[in-house]
């Protein structure tokens, strides 16, 4: 499985660029930049490479984290899966292209697309020695008239930015994604409530279009979860010292929470169960909250079933379990509770 840090040449890369960067200055960037993301303002507050820098250091960290979780598990349900082009939606610094180079070594051609100046600048900086990030194209102007004439790509993704759109223009940007997909599209947002709604709204929508869902829910029906609760998942990386005083913060590591789907043209060939949360382990039991080719399950694995706890144990969320895993209710001393609506 692929790190969820940066791999060393964009490290080095990126510390290139930061030398001589006031980090006091970059702190306050960073801070007003992701005030006007709150307030939906997306990325035109980013006009300079020192906003440019300053969103890099706060954000591409927990953004690269994210996308390389969700790649992470569509590789591990699709190990086959060789793309060699790469179409990256919305791309500000390349985040995602960095992480889907590290994820597949078969990727050969990257098409970056995205309409901020500053942000396409870095990313052509940050590129410019990488040994695997050798043939890119970045195109600039807004994705979705971009992506009427771009080339169709084995692996199209689109990280952090349907959010920026609004609903009308996000699900004509969907069916444009899906149209230049020729394999897989990947979209991941942030996994808040909102990023969750998103998420399951391009799911619907581009399943009845004919998708399958490859990752991370294991059918194609509708999402079981109700309000309050809401699907998504965290990935926890390491903070460097200039992202620690950009942030103003002591910790050294973050829990990047997101949420994501993995969009497929051929039905996948296993469908493995999902852990939605961090499991409760007791003396006693093991308690996990499944999402499951049938449904939404809880599954209690007790601890004289020796076998099967000391497997449950394990279990971390948004791990994948097949089936065997947990079709245990009908041996001794083993059980499943079906959750109250």
């Given at each position: ?22 980090r ?23 006009r ?9 250091l ?33 791309a500000g ?19 970056l ?11 052509l ?11 890119i ?23 952090y ?28 947002e ?55 005083q ?30 939605l949360?961090q ?25 004289r ?18 089936e065997e ?7 001794p ?9």
């Amino acid at each position: 499985m692929t790190s969820p840090d940066f791999p060393a040449e964009l490290k080095a890369a990126l510390d290139a660029k930061l030398e001589g960067l006031s980090r006091n200055a970059a702190a306050g960037r960073a801070a007003s930049i992701s005030q006007t993301y709150r307030d939906g303002g997306g990325s035109g507050a980013i006009r300079s490479e020192t906003d440019a820098l300053a969103y890099a250091l706060a954000r591409m960290p927990a953004t690269y984290a994210a996308v390389v979780a969700s790649l992470n598990a569509l590789y591990e349900i699709r190990p086959d899966f060789a793309p060699t082009s790469l179409l990256d939606v919305g791309a500000g610094p390349g985040t995602a292209s960095w992480a889907a180079a590290e994820a597949f070594s078969s990727l050969q051609d990257f098409t970056l697309l995205d309409a901020n100046d500053a942000l396409r600048e870095l990313a052509l900086d940050l590129t410019r020695k990488s040994a695997r990030l050798r043939r890119i194209n970045y195109e600039p102007g807004h994705a979705r008239s971009l992506l009427a004439h771009a080339d169709a790509a084995d692996l199209v993704v689109a990280s952090y930015m349907i959010g920026e759109i609004g609903d009308a223009e996000r699900a004509m940007l969907a069916e444009l994604m899906w149209a230049k997909t020729r394999d897989t599209l990947l979209v991941v947002e942030p996994g808040t409530p909102a990023g969750y709604a998103r998420i399951v709204a391009l799911r619907e929508q581009l399943i009845a279009d004919g998708a399958h869902v490859a990752a991370p829910c294991p059918h194609d029906g509708k999402c079981p979860l109700s309000t309050p609760d809401w699907c998504h998942f965290t990935q926890r990386l390491s903070r460097s010292r200039a992202h620690m005083q950009v942030k103003g913060v002591e910790l050294p590591f973050e829990d990047e929470k997101f949420a994501y789907v993995a969009l497929t043209h051929a039905p996948p060939v296993q469908h493995p169960a999902r852990v939605l949360a961090q499991p409760d382990v007791s003396k006693v039991e093991v308690t996990a909250k499944l999402c499951t080719p049938g449904g939404l399950a809880i599954e209690k694995v007790p601890r004289r079933a020796k076998a099967d706890y000391a497997r449950a144990r394990r279990w971390r969320w948004g791990d994948a379990v097949m089936e065997e895993q947990i079709s245990i209710s009908g041996r001794p001393g083993a059980g499943r509770d079906d959750p109250k609506p």
